[in-house]
Each structure stands twice: as C-alpha cells, then as structure tokens.
C-alpha cells in the first residue's frame, strides 16, 4: 500500500527562493562561470571570501537574501567532489568486524550472572565507522613525529562515553588491554579493571577526558578548542597543529549545555574544531524526534549559529538512485518521511520498503524496478560508509573560518542483528543470546565456529599481532603519532614565587576595611608579575570583574580576544579602561558560568593535554558554583584539573541586598562531596596568604597532587589584623587555630571558682561576631571563652575520616587520633560553632569534637535586608552567639537558666529589635 503523503510537509526552513524564475540565463551563466574560475585559478579560501563579500553588500543594499538554514536530506559532499579514499578498503573492513565483535561480547561477557554488572552494546556498534575512519586517517596523536607545526600536543578527542566498549575493543586489539583485562570491564577492584566510561581519574594512562554526563561533552569540547587558541595568540605553545574532535549523539543535543555555547565557537572562529554526530535517530528510550527529522534540526540550529555543516545521510548505494532522481521526487521522499518512519523501514523487508517509501510515486518504483527486495533492505545510511565518512572528515578538516559538524546518518545496533537493531529498547540490550551471536558472527564473516559459541562466555576474537590487520592497526597509528586515547604527562613541576610575595596579606591592613575577596585579587595580581609562573595563571571571570575588584587587571594582564580590540571603549580615557588583547591573560566570559567553568576545566589540564602548566583561577558569585555548575566541577576532578574556584560574596548575610537566589549558605556543604576540592573558608587575609601558597606548591610543586581548591571569600571589609605571633600556618592548612584566647577573668560565682569557659568555633565572616560574642560574654556575664578560627570544616572532616579509617583496618594499633580532637583536647567548657553556612557545615565535625557541641548557621533562604538584620534573623548574629553559649553552659550546671531568659530579653532575640534598620557590617 503506498505511503499517504498528504499530510507530510517540507522540512527544509528558511531555504533558497528557489520559485524565481532565471530572466536571463545568460547572464546566470557568465557569474557562475567567474565563481568556477576563481575556485580554479585561487581556490575555494578566495571564493568563500567573494561570497561573503557579495553577501554583505546585498546586506547594504537591501536586497534581501534569505540565509539558508536548512538543505536537502540528502549528503553535502556529492559522488562528484568525494577525494581518493586512501585506506586498504577490505582491511579496515576486518578491523571494524572485530572491533565490533569484541566489543559486543565483553559487554556480554560482563552480564553474566555473578556479575550482572551493565553497559552498552549499540552505540558503538552505530558508531564504528566514525571512529575508525578517525583512527585510520586523521586523529593525531601527541608522539607524532612530523614536522607540522604544533603537532606535538596531537588531537583532542572526546568520545561519547556509552561507546567506550568500542575503544576498549580497538586497545585490545593493538595490544594495549589484555583479555583479562576486558573480562574486568566495570570490575575496578579487579586488578586492572575497566571504568564503565572516560574516566581519567580511574584510568590516568588511557582516558584524556570524561564525557559520559551528556552534555558536558559538547560545551567542554568547543572550550578546550578556545583554549588551544588562547595558548597559540599567547604564544605559551603552538597548537596550531591540534584538533578538537568531540563525538556526540543525536538525543544529547536536546541537553542545554550541548548547544549553550555554539555561537562562542562560530564567534572566535574555530576552524580547529570538529563534532561529529551520531545521529541514529534514537535516545535512550526510543526515537528522538520521531514525528521531525533530527539531522534537519541540527542542521538548522549549527547553521543558525554559524558553523559549517557536512551531512552524511546516505551510502554509496544510494548513488545512482539519486542519480536517476532528474525531477527530484526521491529527494522529496526523503525531505518528507519521518525518522520513525526511517527506523521502520530499517527494522522492515524489501517488500514493505519497495511498498512503502518507493510505492509513493510511479516514478520511485521504476527506479528501483531492477533491485531485488534484498538490496533495497541493504540500501546503506551514509554513517556506516567510510568513504562518505572520509570525504567528510577530509573536508572538515580542511576548512578555514568555522568550526565545523559532521551529522552522519546511522543505526543503532547495527550488525547486531534483526533483535537489536533499531529497536526502541535497543539502550538496554546488554546480552546476546547464542542464536544472536551466531546470527552477528555471520554478519561480520568471523572464523569463529558453533563449538566455540556454545559455552557460557562466547570468546574475544584476537587475529595476532603478526595479522595483516593488526600491522595495518599498528601501522596507520604510527603515521598519526601513536595510538590514542592515551594521557600522557609532560609538565615539569613549577618554580614557586619568592616567599616575600606571601608577605604583604600577613601584616594586616591597620584601620583600613579590607574584604577577603580584595585581599585575594591583591595577591592574585603579585603573583601575576612574578617570573616564576606569572604568565601561568588564567584569571576567569563571568562578567563580574569589577564586583571583585579586578578591573585593576585590565589595563596590564588585558582581556583575552582572537580579534583584538576593533573598537575605542567609552571608558578608554580612565585608568581602569577595558581593554581586549590577541594576547590578553584574561578570559572574560560574559553571563555564563557553564563556559566559564569549559574554559577552567581547559586550562587546569593543559598539563597533560599540552605538557604546560596552567593556573585557572575562577571568581564568581558563590551561589553560582558549586549549585549550578557542580556537574562540570565533578568533571574537573574526573579529569585531574588543577587551579582555584573562588566562591566570593560567600556565605549567606554578606550579599546582604541580592536576596533569596543569591545567598549562599551550603556551597561548602556541596564542596565537600567532590573528592578532589580542597575546600577552605578563611576569615582573615593572612590566611589567605598562607592557603594560596600552601596550594600552588602542592598542585604545581614537586608534590604534584590532582586536586583543586575553592575557596570561599568575602566582600564585606573590615580591618584585616596581622598574622599572630607564633602561629605555626600548619594549624591554618590543617584546618583551625586558636586565633584570640579567652581574656583573664575573676572567679565565678562562688567564691575561689574558676570562671565558667566555652569554646567560639569560627569560620569566614562570622569570627567577628563570634570575636563580639567573646567580649560580651567576658564583659557581662563573666565567661571566658576561646576564639579558633576554623578554616576549613571540610579539611578538619576529611582528615578526621581518614584517622577513622585507619583505625578500622589497624585494631591492634595505637589509636590514630583526628587533628580536631587532638587540638580541643582538654579546652574547658562547651564547643558552639558559627558560620555564615548552614548549620550542616560546622555539624560536619560534631562526632570528633569531644565536647558538648552546639552550631549556628543560616539554614532556611536568603532575604534582602540590612546584614545585622540577616543574620539576627537567622540567629548568627553576636548576641545570639552569646546566648547560645550561655544556654550551653546551663547544660553544664555552670550557668543559671534564668541567665539566658534575661539575656534574650536583653538583645530582644525573641523580637529580633535588637537589629538596627540601616546598620551595615560586622556588629
């Protein structure tokens, strides 16, 4: 029965006007012939200038031609314009069979029943051809050997992560994995297990870049191709020679952070970036737009944005159909049919197709009147063709001025057989059943014979390293600079800065009000000047510079633009004028803190990807981090980046005006879940000074540790005190000091008795209120009570956690002791920890602290107000710190109870009268 096409509508948006009539062919005729002459005499670079010249003065003068958004569904690259495909066609053939083959049953393998353990068996098996053609011919490795220039860092590829038992197939067969090692896929604990997906931390050796939280891939991509630029224009390493190839599906894109950032790609002009699509019409669950066309979709919205767009639909064998199509009605079949109808007629007979797509027309079934049924079921989609692939992968590295993509047509699960491919529930196929894996083995012509498929693990398939396929494997990657993924480390540990540059924050700043956050940039922009590793920081801002004070850097360090600065700024007659630089330091990244974080993730792994050290160091509304951006932050450590995120504006009553969405109370709550953050809440500028020295030398030292740090600073200032005498910084790394000990104070209330003590634990801003807190407590109720900063609640957790640890494993042993408890030990009187946090934060080392404890903090949302108003409300404030030590006390039978009622009565803690409208800073 043919196809009802009344309903079917054209896809293609926006397209050329193509209805005018040609009222002078002649005259047609003489300016294309000019364009050919152009191409011939001075190539397609020149013609594609003349294009946009003649486009841009249409623009002038009104003409109105419309941009083309959307083509054919057909392939870009006609038969006629395909390059010579230089690979041995039948050999590469045999790779990607046992590629496949072993990659299926390691999966297989993997699911039998002690293990049961998962993964994906169809989306390499679709996307086996875009790889290997990538293997075979373009991807460059960092051994490579020619003398290009800038070929030493290699390609940069991202692999989608649910392909990975494809590349863990291909390793195998060079040699590189063993089988025992493949038996241990998702089995980490086996020695020499395999990650599920790109996981650098777990496979340091093997993987660059992690990839599998759908999404980051793309954005991460288009940042690590900038920052390859940005490298290049600084002249800190030639990239010029690097390719960025990020491969993705088709249902990824609908993810926001896969698109976010086009327009930063086709606006820098990155022609070093790729990205290929796998475009197998499906997502996890079924069809991805099953009612649309997905690849004319794509196709619009890359070319919206100003990429180059290569589709690769079709096969070969689709050629001389296309060929026979002089009116265009198989074009028009192909414009108008569905992709859920496309995934039905790949699950379909000959005879449904013939009847179904072909049977429309007349003039579609008399062009396929001489094929059997069967060859219009093999009729190829243009993904599964290495040649097509080539030609498009040839052009795309080719082109100048764009970045490019690559929409190649595929089916997933394809090879697998008639009960994989295509089928909705395709995603959680994890088993082949004997039937399959001889019906698949037959399909990839594997010597492999029944007896061997009649056990309960089906074998890999290894030809030998002396095979014709495995010398060719080994032979293409040679030429292409070594096999890949690999991760290689090349940077040489950093020199650190003189200490005297550390100095400076540690004498204080007098009467002067100094916030952390202005403390920070003051050491940040010393540090820029030093010789050491000046130029290796790379200050990342999302378009609030002058919020953290660091407009002072835009007249020196500049702001990082491959075009320079074409333009007088308004403010160019100020000292701090905004100021763009081909060789700016610094990434100014607008209102996006998922780019921000793309172009943080690039430079904090420039040591392996490039064998170049760089320093990241991000500034950014706190609230902005860790709660939006956290997915990427679990990539930085995945990918063992190192640098500082500063979370400024910290904390929850700092940002006093901003209101609920813009206080933060939990980022360090947050924090603490990232293995790799080494997390610090500093309250006064010297320790700032000792945090960020300690950090440069373990992360760029000789200790060469893959962490990164975040720290959260203030902008509220005050007086910044100096360092204390005495104190060794070890107390401020591991976690806490005590900063102000408890004033001298007569006895209590019987006569000879000691006065009753507490312990203040503070954090950031509130040590002022806890050090006012102190003062009123000695002053009017006679307690003396210890101040100790607490710098880091995260650290002093961790560290506690591992002496936990230790004791577990070693019973027999001398107790292994927490550095909290070690340092409270034997302090007099209740503990009452504050923060400008959520009460959760300072909670986090309640277990380990050997006295009563007691925590305030900000729990509930932020509201715009005064900050003594904030933080009376959520009871943070001096007075409630007074209070809750006082009923502490109670506990301890050293305080009367009616003590803490007038007290309360006394500050108007019930009322919250005791918060003065208008009042600003610490009280």
């Given at each position: 029965m043919a196809q009802d096409t009344t309903r079917s509508f054209s896809v293609i948006t926006d397209g050329l006007p193509s209805q005018l009539p040609d009222i002078d062919p002649a005259e047609t005729g003489e300016w294309l012939e000019s364009l050919d002459a152009v191409i011939e005499e001075s190539g397609r670079g020149r013609a594609r200038f003349l294009m946009l010249k003649l486009l841009e003065r249409a623009r002038e003068k009104a003409v109105g031609v419309p941009g083309l958004t959307s083509t054919d569904y057909i392939n870009t690259i006609p038969p006629e314009r395909e390059p010579w495909f230089p690979g041995d066609e039948h050999v590469e053939r045999?790779?990607?069979?046992?590629?496949?083959?072993?990659?299926?049953?390691?999966?297989?393998?993997?699911?039998?029943?002690?293990?049961?353990?998962?993964?994906?068996?169809?989306?390499?098996?679709?996307?086996?051809?875009?790889?290997?053609?990538?293997?075979?011919?373009?991807?460059?490795?960092?051994?490579?050997?020619?003398?290009?220039?800038?070929?030493?860092?290699?390609?940069?590829?991202?692999?989608?992560?649910?392909?990975?038992?494809?590349?863990?197939?291909?390793?195998?067969?060079?040699?590189?994995?063993?089988?025992?090692?493949?038996?241990?896929?998702?089995?980490?604990?086996?020695?020499?297990?395999?990650?599920?997906?790109?996981?650098?931390?777990?496979?340091?050796?093997?993987?660059?870049?992690?990839?599998?939280?759908?999404?980051?891939?793309?954005?991460?991509?288009?940042?690590?191709?900038?920052?390859?630029?940005?490298?290049?224009?600084?002249?800190?390493?030639?990239?010029?020679?690097?390719?960025?190839?990020?491969?993705?599906g088709d249902g990824e894109m609908d993810e926001p952070e896969s698109i976010g950032a086009l327009g930063v790609a086709a606006r820098e002009e990155l022609d070093n970036l790729i990205f290929v699509v796998n475009c197998n019409l499906q997502r996890l669950d079924?069809?991805?737009?099953?009612?649309?066309?997905?690849?004319?979709?794509?196709?619009?919205?890359?070319?919206?944005?100003?990429?180059?767009?290569?589709?690769?639909?079709?096969?070969?064998?689709?050629?001389?159909?296309?060929?026979?199509?002089?009116?265009?009605?198989?074009?028009?079949?192909?414009?108008?049919?569905?992709?859920?109808?496309?995934?039905?007629?790949?699950?379909?007979?000959?005879?449904?197709?013939?009847?179904?797509?072909?049977?429309?027309?007349?003039?579609?079934?008399?062009?396929?009147?001489?094929?059997a049924d069967d060859d219009l079921r093999r009729l190829s989609r243009g993904g599964h063709d290495y040649r097509k692939l080539y030609a498009a992968y040839k052009a795309a590295t080719e082109h100048t001025g764009q970045p490019t993509v690559i929409l190649a047509h595929t089916i997933k699960g394809w090879t697998l057989g008639k009960d994989f491919e295509a089928r909705n529930a395709t995603h959680q196929m994890k088993k082949l059943t004997k039937a399959e894996l001889k019906e698949f083995r037959d399909r990839l012509y594997l010597e492999i014979p029944d007896s061997a498929l009649a056990g309960d693990l089906p074998p890999y398939y290894q030809p030998g390293p002396d095979s014709e396929e495995i010398q060719y494997m080994r032979e293409r990657r040679a030429a292409l600079g070594g096999s890949m993924p690999k991760r290689v480390v090349r940077a040489k540990p950093l020199a650190q800065p003189p200490a005297k540059i550390f100095d400076e924050l540690r004498k204080?700043?007098?009467?002067?009000?100094?916030?952390?956050?202005?403390?920070?940039?003051?050491?940040?922009?010393?540090?820029?000047?030093?010789?050491?590793?000046?130029?290796?920081?790379?200050?990342?801002?999302?378009?609030?510079?002058?919020?953290?004070?660091?407009?002072?850097?835009?007249?020196?360090?500049?702001?990082?633009?491959?075009?320079?600065?074409?333009?007088?700024?308004?403010?160019?007659?100020?000292?701090?004028?905004?100021?763009?630089?081909?060789?700016?330091?610094?990434?100014?990244?607008?209102?996006?803190?998922?780019?921000?974080?793309?172009?943080?993730?690039?430079?904090?792994?420039?040591?392996?990807?490039?064998?170049?050290?760089?320093?990241?160091?991000?500034?950014?509304?706190?609230?902005?981090?860790?709660?939006?951006?956290?997915?990427?932050?679990?990539?930085?450590?995945?990918?063992?980046?190192?640098?500082?995120?500063?979370?400024?504006?910290?904390?929850?009553?700092?940002?006093?005006?901003?209101?609920?969405?813009?206080q933060d109370g939990h980022s360090l709550l947050l924090a603490s879940t990232n293995p790799a953050c080494v997390s610090y809440d500093p309250a006064f500028a010297f320790e700032v000074s000792?945090?960020?020295?300690?950090?440069?030398?373990?992360?760029?030292?000789?200790?060469?540790?893959?962490?990164?740090?975040?720290?959260?600073?203030?902008?509220?200032?005050?007086?910044?005190?100096?360092?204390?005498?005495?104190?060794?910084?070890?107390?401020?790394?591991?976690?806490?000091?005590?900063?102000?000990?408890?004033?001298?104070?007569?006895?209590?209330?019987?006569?000879?008795?000691?006065?009753?003590?507490?312990?203040?634990?503070?954090?950031?801003?509130?040590?002022?209120?806890?050090?006012?807190?102190?003062?009123?407590l000695a002053a009017d109720f006679g307690v003396a009570a210890d101040v100790w900063s607490v710098t880091s609640w995260n650290e002093l957790r961790r560290e506690a956690l591992e002496r936990d640890r230790v004791n577990l494993l070693n019973p027999e042993a001398a107790e292994a002791v927490p550095y909290v408890t070690r340092v409270l030990e034997g302090a007099p009187g209740p503990v009452i920890a504050v923060s400008d946090w959520m009460r959760a934060v300072p909670d986090q080392i309640s277990r380990w602290v050997p006295q009563p404890f007691t925590s305030l903090g900000t729990d509930g949302y932020g509201r715009s107000d005064t900050r003594a108003a904030l933080r009376r409300h959520f009871k943070v404030d001096a007075e409630s710190v007074v209070v809750a030590t006082l009923e502490s006390l109670v506990r301890a039978g050293e305080v009367k109870a009616s003590t803490v009622e007038e007290a309360i009565r006394r500050f108007g803690l019930r009322e919250d009268t005791d918060a003065v409208p208008g009042t600003d800073g610490a009280r």
């Open positions: 045999r790779i990607r069979a046992y590629i496949r083959w072993n990659a299926a049953i390691m999966v297989s393998r993997a699911n039998r029943p002690e293990f049961n353990v998962g993964g994906h068996i169809a989306t390499y098996a679709s996307s086996a051809s875009l790889y290997e053609v990538g293997f075979n011919h373009f991807f460059r490795g960092k051994d490579h050997l020619s003398s290009s220039p800038g070929s030493a860092s290699g390609d940069q590829i991202f692999i989608q992560g649910h392909a990975s038992p494809g590349i863990y197939a291909r390793a195998f067969l060079e040699g590189r994995l063993s089988e025992q090692q493949l038996d241990a896929f998702r089995r980490e604990s086996e020695q020499g297990g395999l990650s599920s997906y790109p996981h650098p931390r777990l496979m340091p050796d093997f993987w660059e870049f992690p990839t599998v939280s759908m999404g980051l891939g793309p954005i991460d991509a288009i940042y690590q191709a900038r920052f390859n630029r940005y490298l290049l224009n600084r002249q800190i390493k030639d990239t010029s020679g690097s390719k960025v190839w990020a491969f993705l079924g069809p991805v737009r099953g009612n649309g066309k997905i690849m004319q979709e794509l196709e619009s919205l890359f070319r919206g944005a100003g990429w180059n767009v290569i589709k690769v639909v079709w096969g070969r064998d689709w050629d001389p159909l296309l060929a026979k199509d002089t009116d265009g009605v198989l074009v028009h079949q192909m414009n108008t049919t569905p992709d859920g109808q496309f995934q039905t007629y790949t699950t379909s007979s000959g005879e449904y197709i013939r009847e179904n797509f072909f049977g429309a027309d007349a003039r579609l079934r008399r062009m396929v009147a001489d094929l204080g700043s007098g009467k002067q009000p100094v916030a952390t956050t202005m403390a920070f940039v003051r050491l940040l922009k010393d540090l820029m000047k030093t010789k050491e590793m000046g130029a290796r920081f790379v200050p990342v801002i999302p378009d609030e510079a002058r919020t953290f004070g660091m407009d002072a850097m835009f007249p020196t360090a500049k702001i990082y633009s491959p075009h320079g600065q074409r333009y007088e700024a308004v403010d160019r007659e100020l000292l701090l004028s905004y100021q763009e630089s081909v060789q700016g330091q610094m990434l100014h990244e607008g209102i996006s803190e998922a780019g921000s974080m793309g172009s943080v993730i690039a430079a904090a792994t420039s040591y392996a990807t490039h064998a170049q050290h760089m320093i990241p160091v991000y500034v950014f509304y706190s609230m902005f981090g860790f709660q939006r951006t956290g997915d990427q932050m679990w990539a930085l450590g995945d990918q063992l980046g190192r640098g500082f995120l500063l979370g400024a504006t910290a904390g929850r009553t700092t940002l006093n005006g901003e209101g609920l969405q813009h000792h945090i960020v020295r300690e950090a440069l030398d373990r992360m760029y030292g000789e200790r060469d540790d893959k962490v990164f740090y975040y720290l959260t600073v203030y902008n509220e200032p005050v007086p910044q005190p100096a360092e204390p005498e005495g104190l060794d910084p070890a107390q401020i790394i591991a976690g806490m000091y005590r900063f102000r000990p408890a004033p001298s104070l007569p006895g209590g209330e019987d006569e000879g008795a000691t006065p009753p003590r507490a312990q203040l634990l503070a954090s950031g801003t509130s040590i002022h209120w806890a050090l006012t807190a102190q003062e009123i």
